[in-house]
């Protein structure tokens, strides 16, 4: 692991469009070394989170999924693009080993569709449109599980809104047996 003061971006001081495009190839790129074969998952170590390991390790794979959209999104190139199209794949593939699992109620899953869906609606021609069609189908079909679960009533809510509206019906042109 990278100490805090030797990390590439750390003297970045994000002032122009360039420092912003390079402080997150190189945050993205940092990651590569803690990602799953697969693409799936990325493990930075041990947490004292409440949820399950498998749910953290998404978490460490969908909170980048943030800066990837808005710098795609951007106009930028990414050379590792095709790492996170393979890992929205086969985490959400039942038959594949880094399956992220199905979610439950109350479950950090629903917090990190956010980001995943932040980035189909920003960067669809670069993620999604990139995605073969069994890719396609699993990851909606996972995504999908987001409308039968309870959630608090806490910010939790708007991502469900996020998803119904948002990135099925605007995004993905996806009929409404998912809402």
């Known amino acids: 692991m990278t100490e805090l003061g030797k990390i590439p971006f750390s003297s970045n001081p994000l002032q122009t469009r360039s420092a912003i495009q390079q402080f997150l190839i190189s945050l993205l790129n940092s990651l590569a070394s803690h990602t799953s074969s697969g693409g799936a998952r990325i493990h930075l170590g041990y947490t004292g989170t409440h949820f399950d390991d498998i749910a953290a390790q998404l978490e460490g794979f969908s ?3 943030w800066g990837l959209a808005s710098l795609l999104a951007g106009g930028f190139e990414y050379d590792g693009t095709q ?3 393979d890992g ?4 959400s593939d039942r038959t594949s080993e880094e399956f992220w699992g199905d979610m439950r109620d109350r ?5 990190e569709c ?3 869906g932040f980035a ?4 669809k021609e670069r993620i999604w449109d990139q995605m ?3 890719g396609k189908r699993s990851l909606e079909e996972w995504l999908g599980g987001i409308n039968e679960k309870q959630m608090p009533n806490t910010n939790w809510l708007w991502f ?12 993905l042109m996806i009929d409404d047996r998912f809402l």
């Open 132 to 134: 073969e069609e069994s």
């Open 114 to 116: 956010s980001a995943i």
């Open 160 to 171: 469900r809104v996020n998803f119904a509206c948002l990135v099925f019906m605007k995004t």
């Open 88 to 91: 929205l794949k086969n985490g």
């Open 120 to 123: 189909l609606s920003v960067a």
């Open 63 to 65: 909170r980048p999924i």
């Open 107 to 111: 479950d950090q899953r629903m917090v």
């Open 83 to 85: 790492r996170w199209i």
